[in-house]
């Protein structure tokens, strides 16, 4: 098979036995049988053709910061849609590929002087991550920035129309789709470049980004922050092997010391399991588990 990919994939990278840990926020987990990144769209859609029609268990990867990948690794083919990042402004929009970081909009919306991405300044995602995510921070919703989206559909080409994404809090349409490209909207108001700069001091004060995590690991809770609760339980320090709660912010999980997907998924059982007991509140993971 690894050739047959290098046939498809001439320009990009085919690679086999690639470690995960290289490409996610996190750190963690195992190999992948074949690693897989195509240079352009055409390699991309060939690509999922030959996976579709073989039947072939695949995983899209963007930026690879809202993943916990197992430590037995992924016996499949990772699409990582790193090379696909272009940014560009058309008349009407602005177009924005998959695998462009979103830093990466964001500096753009700032160079062209345009209001928008300033609170998504950090979030550190790729545009077809954060799409698929429907990623938010303090007044950034990415579904509100978002005109249509092309996307594969089995194998097809499609356009959907923002009411047709179905954003809502942290999901949206492109559970079983591959997002290709976005069409952002232009705004007239100038962009705040302070509060980009503000956002980001904010990131650093109050999240731990000096070590390996995937983000806040639960979804939002109706009435109090999740991280809230657990600080309340006492549970800020709190590990599981090489997996602990963050200190800085126990919303997230970091790797502190060569953490595995066992001791990650162990500490978010016991998590659950505390604040369950105490308010009968059941947590649900935002991070998505990439397993065979
Ligand atoms: C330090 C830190 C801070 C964070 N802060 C925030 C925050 O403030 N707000 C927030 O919302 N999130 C935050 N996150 C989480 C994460 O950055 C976002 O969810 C981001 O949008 C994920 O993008 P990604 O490219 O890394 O996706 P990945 O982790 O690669 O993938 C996430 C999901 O999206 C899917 N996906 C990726 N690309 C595509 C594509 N092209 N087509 C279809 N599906 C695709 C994957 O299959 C997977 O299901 C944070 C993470 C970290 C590590």
Redesign the pocket.
């Known amino acids: 098979m690894f050739f047959k990919l290098k046939r498809i994939v001439k320009n990009g990278k085919v690679l086999k036995n690639e470690s995960l840990k290289k490409h996610t ?1 996190f750190k963690i987990g195992g190999k992948a049988k074949f690693f897989v990144e195509p240079a352009d769209i055409a390699e991309l859609i060939d690509l999922m053709e030959y996976l579709n029609a073989k039947n072939i268990k695949h ?9 916990l990948v197992c430590d037995e690794g992924f016996n499949g083919v990772i699409v990582s ?1 790193k090379q696909l990042n272009s940014v560009r402004l058309n008349s009407d929009y602005v177009q924005a590929f ?1 695998g462009a970081t979103l830093n990466e909009v964001c500096k753009f919306y700032s160079d062209h002087n345009m209001a928008g991405f300033e609170d998504a300044f950090g ?4 545009v ?3 799409v ?2 429907n ?3 303090y007044q950034f919703e990415m579904g509100k920035m978002v005109a249509g989206v092309f996307a594969l559909v089995n194998g097809k080409i499609s356009y959907f129309t923002n009411e047709e994404c179905k954003f809502k809090y942290r999901n949206s349409a ?1 559970n079983n ?3 290709i490209s976005v069409d952002l909207i232009k705004t007239t108001m100038p962009c705040n470049h302070e509060r980009m700069h503000y956002i980001l001091n904010l990131r650093k004060t109050f ?1 731990p ?1 000096n070590m390996p ?4 690991v639960f979804k939002r809770n109706l009435g109090e922050p999740v991280s809230k609760i657990i600080d309340e339980l006492g549970l800020k320090g709190f590990n599981v092997g090489g997996a602990k709660v963050s200190e800085k912010h126990a919303g997230f999980i970091v790797n502190c010391n060569n953490a595995t997907a066992k001791d990650v998924k162990k500490l978010i059982e016991i998590i659950k399991k505390e604040v369950y007991l105490k308010h009968k509140i059941v947590l649900e993971e935002e991070i ?1 588990f990439i397993e065979n």
């Not at 979030?123 to 790729?126: A, N, R, T």
């Open positions: 926020s995983y899209v990867l963007g930026n690879g910061t809202n993943v849609t998959c979030i550190p995602g790729s077809g991550g954060a698929r995510m990623a938010s921070a492109f789709a591959i997002i999240q980004l995590s995937a983000g806040s998505k």
